[in-house]
């Protein structure tokens, strides 16, 4: 199976910084590799698929780059409504699995 | 719109068993996958179970591999988790989710229900 390795657990950031989250796979996924926010309270939201296509209507705020086994989020200029927990998720064989997560904090 | 609806949740004793549901509603059922996927308190998303579209092909992780059964009724657009078995460690927000294919991730994500397994 494969194991999803996230970094940093949390990061501290102020309005307007950039932020970038790395995760790692335990094998080569090539380029299927989704990303997620997650809120307290509700449902997780997708962001980003095939490491680095856009959802329709996430802002483009958002990118996400990596392939093979190294992948990255970058949130750029962060936003007040971006504080979250973010996870990554591979898609590239049963069973699917995310990483550990990736709490984005006010600083 | 787009509405997925988690329900059955509630507390179970250990070794005990559960079926949530999940009711979908705004599009096309069968041209979905579904998946479960859970978050136990205070701790990060797991990846639990994927149906086709067909309700052929499963998959499920090896934490509930012969305990759980994913199901779906394609007729009345609903999706059902059987969990047999159940441990202090099964308790968490349940939710489903749907997709067009697992690569390009679940674009639509029910409010989850809770199970809380406890004596």
């Known amino acids: 199976d494969i194991q999803m390795t996230q970094s940093p657990s949390s990061v501290s950031a102020s309005v307007g910084d950039t932020v970038t989250i790395t995760c790692q796979a335990s094998?080569?996924?090539?380029?299927?590799l989704v990303w997620y926010q997650h809120k307290p309270g509700k449902a997780p939201v997708l962001l980003i698929y095939?490491?680095?296509t856009l959802q329709s209507g996430v802002p483009s705020r958002f990118s996400g780059s990596g392939s093979g086994t190294d992948f990255t989020l970058t949130i750029s200029s962060v936003q007040p409504e971006d504080f979250a927990t973010y996870y990554c998720?591979?898609?590239?064989?049963?069973?699917?699995?995310f990483g550990q997560g990736t709490k984005l904090e006010i600083k | 719109q787009v509405q997925l609806v988690e329900s059955g949740g509630g507390l179970v004793k250990p070794g005990g068993s559960l079926r949530i549901s999940c009711t979908a509603s705004?599009?096309?059922?069968?041209?979905?996958?579904l998946t479960w996927i859970r978050q136990a308190p205070g701790k990060g998303l797991e990846w639990l179970s994927y149906?086709?579209?067909?309700?052929?092909?499963?998959h499920y992780a090896d934490s509930v591999k012969g305990r759980f059964t994913i199901s779906r009724d394609n007729a009345n657009n609903s999706l059902y988790l059987q969990m047999n078995s159940l441990r202090v460690e099964d308790t968490a927000v349940y939710y489903c989710?749907?997709?067009?294919?697992?690569?390009?991730?679940?674009?639509?994500w029910g409010q989850g229900t809770l199970v809380t397994v406890s004596s």
């Open positions: 989710a749907r997709g067009v294919a697992g690569i390009y991730g679940n674009d639509y």
């Open positions: 705004g599009f096309r059922f069968t041209d979905y996958y």
């Open positions: 149906i086709s579209g067909s309700g052929i092909s499963k």
């Open positions: 094998q080569d996924i090539s380029s299927w």
């Open positions: 095939t490491a680095s």
């Open positions: 998720q591979q898609a590239d064989s049963f069973p699917y699995s």
